[in-house]
């Protein structure tokens, strides 16, 4: 049998502790050797979790690095605007990377670790997530299958909830590019501009345009009797949808993030978080007078060599979580919504009831496909057994998406950003 993969984990946060967890799952496959994060508590919490010492503990990829090479892998789930800068020593080590999204933050820095990727011969491994989805996987299928013929259009939508907007983009720490590095398209819908990508590999985007603004998170919008923060001076929190009190002490909404400063404290009471989110927690300020700087809508246009075209539009701050595909091909068409783990084919037929024939799949209960559970609709942890699949030399599944797999749709998503800043239609040329 042979030994299992050996990994170390880079910046113990949420993404990169849930990839890892794949060592608990199949320890004959994976293990964890070494932790590399700055905060104490939680590279302390990471070695314990997988039964190290604090001698398998790091500070910084620069003190794993003076080391040499000490395992197979690197888990890199440090935030945007670290992911360049920490995933360069590791190659120049000799790492092979599973890296979260988006790889890079603007263009110059993804050019940059691909050609560091290259000339090192190193395997990148990009947490597009979505392509592992049961439902996705099997749209991708279907269309390497034939059934839709050529494709003409794709259509795609993520609409961002008014919880998840709020806290995250709002509040949170992806609500400034400035900040984060990433946009909002970028940081919330490069999934969804991966899966456009995919779904129509081997045809390369040529030219993009976009618009979008920040249109109702601002302070000119805030409505009479809302306060600064929800807790302290808001009038009107009792009947507002972003209330503080509601999202994250009533309904315990999105713990991961609305605790993350106060986590190094370990338990707290209801009388703490509540005073913590009354002063001093940024997800206690008001919506409408915070700090954000990204768009709450976007809308992309993407043209392909072959003339297909392809759209994608970002709406924040919708009542229900919604992502949907709707492809349109020469033989017939596929809508899908993701949230419901459904899709359907439609096939032009002047004798069917509708005038077309209808194949419909849920994969909520299709034997074959079932397992939506999970992170990203099943995806996260079929990402990672793919991962060590592939670095041990397995064949590639045809979710499996390296850098050079992952470069048009970030390309795509940087070009939109210049597109709706300049009110421009942006071509693209690969280098
Ligand atoms: N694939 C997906 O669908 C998906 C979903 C959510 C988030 N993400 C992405 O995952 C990434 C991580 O998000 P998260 O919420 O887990 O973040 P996080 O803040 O919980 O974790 C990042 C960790 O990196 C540590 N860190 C900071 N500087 C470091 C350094 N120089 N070296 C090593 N570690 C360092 C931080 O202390 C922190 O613990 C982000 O880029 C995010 O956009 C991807």
Not at 76 to 99: A, F, K, R
Not at 102 to 109: G, L, M, S, Y
Not at 162 to 188: P, Q
Request: with cysteine; proline share 4%; net charge negative.
């Amino acid at each position: 049998m042979p030994k299992p993969l050996t990994g170390i984990i880079i910046g113990a946060g949420h993404r990169s502790l849930f990839y890892a967890d794949y060592a608990m799952k199949s320890p004959d496959k994976f293990k964890i050797v070494a932790v590399v994060e700055p905060q104490e508590h939680r590279r302390n919490a990471a070695l314990k979790k997988h039964g190290l010492t604090e001698n398998a503990g790091y500070t910084s990829v620069e003190q794993l690095c003076a080391k040499g090479k000490i395992a197979d892998v690197a888990i890199n789930g440090t935030m945007d605007q670290l992911h360049v800068s920490t995933s360069l020593p590791l190659i120049e080590t000799g790492y092979d990377i599973l890296l979260e999204k988006p790889f890079a933050v603007n263009e110059n820095e993804m050019w940059r670790l691909v050609e560091v990727a290259r000339k090192y011969k190193r395997k990148i491994f990009i947490c597009h997530v979505l392509r592992y989805s049961p439902f996705y996987n099997l749209i991708r299928r279907k269309i390497i299958e034939g059934r839709l013929g050529t494709i003409l259009n794709i259509q795609t939508n993520e609409h961002v909830s008014y919880h998840h907007e709020s806290t995250a983009f709002i509040r949170g720490k992806w609500n400034r590019k400035d900040v984060c590095g990433s946009g909002h398209l970028m940081s919330k819908c490069c999934h969804d501009l991966d899966l456009i990508m995919w779904m129509l590999s081997g045809n390369a985007p040529v030219a993009v345009s976009s618009f979008g603004s920040k249109m109702f998170f601002r302070e000119e919008n805030a409505p009479e009797g809302s306060g600064t923060r929800c807790l302290l001076d808001c009038k009107i929190e009792s009947q507002c949808p972003y209330s503080a009190q509601k999202l994250y002490l009533d309904n315990k909404l999105w713990e991961i993030y609305t605790w993350e400063d106060i986590e190094h404290l370990g338990e707290t009471s209801e009388d703490f978080r509540k005073e913590h989110l009354k002063t001093t927690s940024r997800y206690g300020r008001c919506v409408w007078r915070c700090d954000n700087n990204i768009v709450d809508h976007q809308s992309v246009m993407i043209r392909f060599s072959d003339g297909a075209t392809a759209t994608h539009n970002l709406v924040a701050g919708t009542a229900r979580p919604l992502r949907t595909i709707h492809i349109l091909g020469t033989n017939a068409e596929l809508y899908g919504v993701f949230d419901d783990s459904k899709f359907e084919i439609r096939i032009p037929q002047p004798s069917a009831p509708d005038n077309f024939e209808k194949e419909e799949y849920d994969l909520n209960i299709t034997g074959d496909f079932h397992g939506m559970d999970g992170g990203h609709g099943g995806g996260d942890m079929r990402l990672v057994a793919d991962f060590v699949e592939f670095i041990q030399g397995g064949q590639p599944s045809i979710a499996c998406t390296t850098v050079e797999d992952s470069i048009f749709g970030h390309l795509v998503g940087f070009k939109a950003e210049d597109a709706m800043k300049n009110d421009m239609v942006i071509p693209i040329h690969m280098q």
